[in-house]
Each structure stands twice: as C-alpha cells, then as structure tokens.
DNA sequence: TATGAATGAGCCTTCATTCAT
DNA sequence: AATGAATGAAGGCTCATTCAT
C-alpha cells in the first residue's frame, strides 16, 4: 500500500558502506554513508536501527557471501588435498575480485562496534565449509588438527596473497597455486609436532 | 621538534595510548588518553602535535622495540632453520609478554590515522632483520623467495599462535613450537612451487 | 476541515495521545501516538493537519468535556454553597475517574506547542459553568468576587485533592468533603478584605 | 594554572535556561541555551555534564534560593497568623520580583527531564521552613493538619495570585493581602472537617 | 483514504585542538 | 612547561511532515 521498502536502497547503503569502511574503516560517518549512497541521512535508520546495526548486517552478508562461494561448486571428492584446494581457489578468487568487500569484511571482524555476539553468530555461516575442510585436513595434519587454528592461518596466508596479486595481477594463478603450496606445506608442518591437548 | 622537558611524561602518555587503543581502538579520545597518563589534556599535545603525531610516533616506536629484540641476542649463525627460529621464539615471546602492545601495533597498521608514510617508515625498522631472514629464507625455499611475503605469512601465523596461547597459556611452548612448524612446513611448500618473476 | 472518514481513527488517536502525553509529556513523537494508536504514521495528518492542531483539538476537547460534566446534572439551585459543591462534586468526580486526562490537560495548558488563542478558547468553554459559579460565589466572598481568580484557585485545590485521593482512595469522600471545605472557607477570607477594582 | 572555571559563565548559563525554559518549557536546545548565554555549544558541558543536570542544577538552585529567602528575616514570632504570613509575604514578593524563576521552578518541577530525587532533594531544602509552617497551621487548623497538602494549597494560591499581580500590578499589596486571607480562611475551613487518618 | 518510506533540520553530546592563566 | 576551560565542527540519531503507492 504505501511506498514498499526499496531493495535497491538497502544495497546501496551496504554498497556505499562497504566502500567507506574498506577505505577508512568503521569509524566512517553515517552522513557519508548517507551520501555515497544518494539516500538522505535519516534513510540510512530507516533500513538498520542504528549503525551498529548496519555494520553487524554487512558482517553477516558478507561471510554468508563468501560461505556461500566456498560451497556452490561440486568438490572433486578426494576428500583430501584437491578439496582442500577448490576451497583455496574459491577464497582467492573471492578476495582478489572483491577487494573493497575483502578489506571491509577484515575490518569487521575485529571492529569494536561489532558485538561479540554477531561476530559469533557469523563464524556459524562457515559450519558447512568447516566440515570439509576438517575431513581434508585430517589426512595432511592428522586426526586432531585445530579447526580453527588451521582456518585462522589460511585466511592469514590468503591475505598475504592478495596482497601479493593486487601488486602483480598477471601472476595470479601463479601466486594462488603458490599459496596453496604454503598452506599445504604448513598443514604437514602441523602434523610433525604431534597432538596437543587444548 | 625540541623534546620537552619531562621524558617520563612522554612516556606516560605512550603507554596510556598503548592501552586505550588495545582496549577501544585509535578512536579513543586524547583526553582519555591524558586523563590515564594523569596530565592534562593540553599536555598531550606539548608533547605531540597531533593526535595523528601520537599514533604515528606510537607506532614506530613499537615496531622499533620489536625489531630491537629480535636481534638482540646473539644468532645461533646456522644461517637456516636455527637462525630462523630464534627470530621465531623472539616474536612469540614479546607477544605473548606484551599482549596489549601487539594488539595496539596490529590496529596501529591498519589504521586510517597514520599515515602511509609513516607505515612505510615502520617496516624499515625491520631491514636488517629481513637481511638474515632473507638468508635463513634462501636454504628452505629457494634463492628467490620473496621476503615481504615470507614476513606476512610469518606474522599471521605468530597471530594465530598468540591466540592458541592465549587460550591455552600452559600449553606455550608446544603452541611456540607448534607455530614455527607450520611456519617451516610453508616455507618449504613455497620452494615446491618454481620461481617466481615479481 | 472536512472529518475524514472514520469516527474511530480520530478517537482512537487522540486516546493514545491522552496516555502518552500524561505519562512522558508534549514531547511524545508522533509516530508513538500513531503506534499507540494503530494507525500509520502518515493517518495521525489525515486526521490532524500538524501536531500542534492535534494537541490544540485534545485542549478543546478534554475542556469541553469537563465543562459539559459540571453542567449535566441539574443543580440543587439555592444559587450557593450547595450549588457550588455540586460543582466542586463532578469536578473531583471526574479528575479522580479520569487522572490521566486530568495530567494531559494540565500539561496541554501550560504547554508551549499549543498556541495562547486556543488556551483562550478553551476557557470559553467554561462560560456557562461560570455563570453559575459567580452567582453562588457572590453570597459567599461578595458581589464583587473575582470569578477567574475564584477558577484557578478552586482548580489548584482540586489539584491538590487529587493528590491526597491518589495516595490514600479509601479517604477519597473525606478528602473531597475536605477539599471543598478549604476553598469555601478560603472564599470567605476573600470577602472579608473587601472589594477591589481590577 | 590553567583558565579557571568562571563562576560568571556558570550563571550566565543557568539565567539563560531560566529565561529559555520559563518561555519555551524544559523542551529548550543547548544550542539555544548557549547562544543566549554567550557560549560556544561545548561550553555547557564543561559546566554542566548533560542536559538534564543542567536542569536538576537549576531546580535546586532556585528552590534553595527561595527557601533562603522564606527564612532570611526574622519571624514575628507569634507561633500562629503573623508567622505564617510572613513566609506568605516573602513567596509573594519573590515570586513577583523573580516571575521568569517562578515559572522555570514550576515547570522544573513536573518536567520528565528532572529525575524524581532530585526533586525529592529539593523539597528538603524546605525542610527548616516547614517546621515553622507546621507550628502555625496547628492552631488555625488544628493538631493533625496535614503539612504538605497545606504546603500545596498554599503554592497554589500564590501561584493565582501572581497571575492576578501580573494583570494588575498595582493592585500589588492589595493582593497579596487578600490572597492571605483565602488560605487563612481555607485552612480555617480545613479545621472544621475533622481529622483523618492518612 | 491509508500506508509507511523518505526527508533533512535539529537534538544532545563528544572531541581534537587552542589559548588564557 | 603545564593546566584545563573554551571552542565549534562533527557524530549518531529522532522527529514532524511529505509523498509515492
């Protein structure tokens, strides 16, 4: 009846907050939010309450974004090394031709205005790929390998390749292939240290 | 700039920052900052220009305490995995003594309000601790092996094992060892890969 | 204005407004009463062209109600005492059946969003009552009496007595009996200070 | 050492609230409040920590200020009318000279914006007056009369007769006496209604 | 007519920085 | 040099009102 709520707006918010906070992190304004977004300031409450809303939202969107990416493709099944591998194509593939969402969605994580709880309720979104990963992982680090040790350090070693791509894109296959070799080799370092009990 | 008189005010100030931010990010305000430091708010800015000044001094200052210690003992000069090593333990170990320290370096890194320049300035302190790593480096992964790259996966998996740590404090030095392991093992995977033209 | 379809909505909008205005004040939001009201937003200026007519409307309303309440019954007619208990009778009557319309024309009286010319008019509700009022008062505190002087006194008493009731309802027919004995007896000491030209 | 806190400014602030809230009601901007009193905007709470100590600041003030000035000179001593119209003569006389603070304290007084113990913490400051009060209302209306609903009545009845001193200043001192003898006379009428138990 | 999204002025408060003392 | 009061530009958010549906 009345003026449905725009889809196109709320996007346009999260769009234009993606690109502010990847630039100048959370502490961005919502007026220059408000405006990157050609939205007047008083829309921006009008989509999320309050500005802690809107950035817990962007955090969720963007992990369930990549979460989703992660697992759309069939595996190849070896439940080892090649799985492994689909799942590090699709993160740098993610990262390298998202890098705004990448910066913003680092940036998130560990923001001060994101509560505790959400950043919880968004590791939840990678359940799914958490499971294949563990199973992969099994074989290279054996049976009791972190989790989530192990994902902490692949998003480390996927920062570091972006990185490295952003500064020579055409050796970008290249450089992922090397990643992967590097997460792969430390994942068998893992394994030569024996189990722990944490 | 002509020091001011008291350098145990400087130094005060420092450290309140050093805990502000760990605890509230660079956004905390300079009077917080003063009102921990216990002097004035106007005494901040004797002392530093610029709240940017501050964060910017803050942050060399870190890197240089940093830097300082990983080559303060004498090498063991095996010019590989020992050499490499040694630099491993140094930096878990001031992580893990100065917790709040590291994470006030982490933010000060990616923070918009210190100037690239500044950031830039910051790695320098590490050039000479690069030349060795960069030898230690050659032996597991080849002539060529990019240092910078090697340096970020270094530090990312160092981030990781403070947390191991910091859940599990009794567990240190498994976790220590466990890291460099991981470390090591990519390394390797790295020279698997061919060289590269950066 | 040309009242807008429903009977219902106007009611029902200015009942929210009643309750909301007696508990936080003419600072309530709009949109609050809307809600109160279950209505939309936007009907609460169908139904009243601005905030200020609403309130403006409620002033008139709540006034013409009471007024209407003194003149109902048909007075007991020794154009004295008795007659003006009547009076004081509804008058506490009503505010004790009804104490949050009691707050809310408190508040709308003295507010600032509601403009002098309707404060003005309000009172004229009161012409009738007063007519009566003036004629019993006259025996009591002399021809002369000042009937608007003779109002707001009479209202501050109520005012008061309606405190006492709301503290202690089982002492509610004392209270009142009390009530009107104090202003009857304060409406003797006016006569005794002889007559005055204002 | 530093500027100090001017005591000038401080009450430069309050006369503005006291003039700002007196017409506009406690619904006044800080802007506002500053602009009038010849401050920047932050100036206000350097002085002030938020909003609403400004006012609780303000509604102590000027209840301690009347109460001062209801105890200033020294009773008749009679123990009975003379007594307490003295503090009858002394309301009026502030209130007619100070018409901008009487209205402030009223609306101090039932705004939501002052929390209920500062109001509590402001009826103490009358605590020395009541005394007095209450030994010169037991003879005129007996033993047992009840001080605060007494307390009312009488503010009531001031508040009637400024109205009335307002429109016709030089009726002053006729007034004032005549507004005496109505809560003489009412307190004489609350005597004949036996006591209560309340 | 009813709805509620859209608007932008305005609100209270915080903050980096300046400056009188 | 040290202090902390003074400043005014933001900041996040609310609100009365308008307008597309």
Redesign the pocket.
Known sequence: ??????EE?RTAIMNATIGLVAAAGT??????IAKKAG?????V???F????ALLSALLLELEGELADILLKDPLPGDEGREDMQHFWNRLIDWGVTNPTKWRTLKRLKISSQVPDSIRTQGERRFDEAAVVLARALARQAGEDANIRYAGIIMNAIAEATFDAIADNPNQRETLKLRGFAVFWGGMAGLSQEGSLTL
């Open positions: 009846m009345a003026r449905p709520a725009s707006k502490g961005t304004s919502t007026a220059k939205v007047a300031e008083g829309t409450f009008t989509y309450s309050t500005k802690e």
